[in-house]
T-cell receptor
Framework: TQLLEQSPQFLSIQEGENLTVYCNSS?????LQWYRQEPGEGPVLLVT?????EVKKLKRLTFQFGDARKDSSLHITAAQPGDTGLYLC??????????FGKGTLLTVNP | NAGVTQTPKFQVLKTGQSMTLQCAQD?????MYWYRQDPGMGLRLIYY???????DKGEVPNGYNVSRLNKREFSLRLESAAPSQTSVYFC?????????????FGDGTRLSIL
């Protein structure tokens, strides 16, 4: 069974601060996806990374896939209250299923 | 653009009652999924359907059944509800057929079993 460990589980910061969320596994994944979920809604895809060492940027968000494709990180620069939400990483294997981490609940205070 | 539509949005059941959660997607996706989300547990896969006509168990299938009615619709049934099945249920779909395809989620069904 493939497992994804996310850390930290909770993060509360002030507007303007930087933060990093980590997603780690002992298993190799073919792809790694990051989703953001707001209260009362389903998760929404932010990014997919498929190549070891790959870095993708989405405005103030930077996503990295580890060289061995076992880990990933999400870095947010100058966080804003609108970044508040549950961030989920999900690993894809050789089938159509995703393995989700337990999530990081981010609160950005004005 | 409806995407993935789940009904109902909220439901309260008594222990032992049965219920079917409905899910429909309008994106012509091949694969569909049912998850449950509990506090501190993340999203756990209940059942999935890689393509029309096929269904497979996920991580937590006990107490549930599914039907892939056609390409658009994938329903989840609780035959005899138990308090442990109190959760938020999400349906998702993806194009399928290729590694790394994103999943598109509905807004969930909040189910309470008394």
């Amino acid at each position: 069974t493939q497992l994804l460990e996310q850390s930290p589980q909770f993060l509360s910061i002030q507007e303007g601060e930087n933060l990093t969320v980590y997603c780690n596994s002992s298993s190799v994944f073919s792809s790694l996806q990051w989703y953001r979920q707001e209260p009362g809604e389903g998760p929404v895809l932010l990014v997919t990374v498929v190549t070891g060492g790959e870095v993708k940027k989405l405005k103030r968000l930077t996503f990295q896939f580890g060289d061995a494709r076992k880990d990933s990180s999400l870095h947010i620069t100058a966080a804003q209250p609108g970044d508040t939400g549950l961030y989920l990483c999900a690993g894809g294997g050789s089938n159509y299923k995703l393995t989700f981490g337990k999530g990081t609940l981010l609160t950005v205070n004005p | 653009n409806a995407g993935v539509t789940q009904t109902p949005k909220f439901q309260v059941l008594k222990t032992g009652q049965s219920m079917t959660l409905q899910c429909a997607q309008d994106m012509n996706h091949n694969s569909m999924y049912w998850y449950r989300q509990d506090p501190g547990m993340g999203l756990r896969l209940i059942y999935y359907s890689a393509s029309e006509g096929t269904t497979d168990k996920g991580e937590v299938p006990n107490g549930y059944n599914v039907s892939r009615l056609n390409k658009r619709e994938f329903s989840l049934r609780l035959e005899s509800a138990a308090p442990s099945q109190t959760s938020v249920y999400f349906c998702a779909s993806s194009i399928g057929g290729q590694v790394g395809q994103p999943q598109h989620f509905g807004d969930g069904t909040r189910l309470s079993i008394l």
